[in-house]
């Protein structure tokens, strides 16, 4: 079946840091990738996907991509705020299992001022 | 801005109360699920609808059930609540069909049974 493994945490930065959430998916199909975002005391709501090889998704300043031979989706910033802090989640969604979507762990981010 | 709710936002109950958690969208998306949030943050799949009358059972074993009498309408219910079902809880919903879109989180119901 389908699995997404991400970097455990907690994950603490300095303010202006670079950040890196290693993630990577096993799927029996092509699946859609994503990371989403969830703030204290909130839902997950979208940070970016990509839905084939090659794409690159990006937005707030993060990035991530599509990388297919090594199965892998890693999420980058190259300078976090404290307001960047909050639990992050990498997910897939698969065609081949009716599109339900499968989620990593979440790992956690601190960034201190 | 995603359009689903969830309500209540908290609720604290006794054990052996029943209740039901709402949840609405009104993005017209086919499919609906639940999850259960632990404290470590990892979700766990509880329940899930592909369209009307069609409901099955995730990934975690629970002792709630669902209901998809219309489409914008998931409502969760627990017969007897216990102190084992505190927990934070998520509605999301999708587009049908074999698109791999992404879902649409509400912002969780935390439920606490004393």
């Known amino acids: 079946g389908d699995s997404v493994t991400q970097m455990e945490g907690p994950v603490t930065l300095s303010e202006e840091a670079f950040l890196t959430i290693n993630c990577t998916y096993t799927a029996t199909g092509y699946p859609s990738l994503f990371w989403y975002v969830q703030y204290p005391g909130e839902g997950l709501q979208l940070l970016l996907k990509a839905t084939k090889a090659d794409d690159k998704g990006s937005n707030k300043g993060f990035e991530a991509t599509y990388r297919k031979e090594t199965t892998s989706f890693h999420l980058e910033k190259g300078s976090v705020q404290v307001s960047d802090s909050a639990v992050y989640f990498c997910a897939l969604s698969d065609r081949t299992n009716a599109g339900k979507s499968t989620f990593g762990d979440g790992t956690t981010l601190t960034v201190k001022p | 801005e995603a359009d689903i709710y969830q309500t209540p936002r908290y609720l604290v109950i006794g054990t052996g109360k029943k209740i039901t958690l709402e949840c609405s969208q009104t993005m017209g998306h086919d499919k609906m699920y639940w999850y259960q949030q632990d404290p470590g943050m990892e979700l766990h799949l509880i329940h899930y609808s592909y369209g009307v009358n069609s409901t099955e059972k995730g990934d975690l074993s629970s002792e709630s059930t669902v209901s998809r009498i219309r489409t914008e309408h998931f409502p969760l219910t627990l017969e007897s609540a216990r102190p084992s079902h505190t927990s934070q809880y998520l509605c999301?919903?999708?587009?049908?069909?074999?698109?791999?879109?992404?879902?649409?989180f509400g912002q969780g119901t935390r439920l606490t049974v004393v």
């Open positions: 999301a919903s999708s587009e049908g069909g074999q698109k791999n879109t992404e879902a649409f």
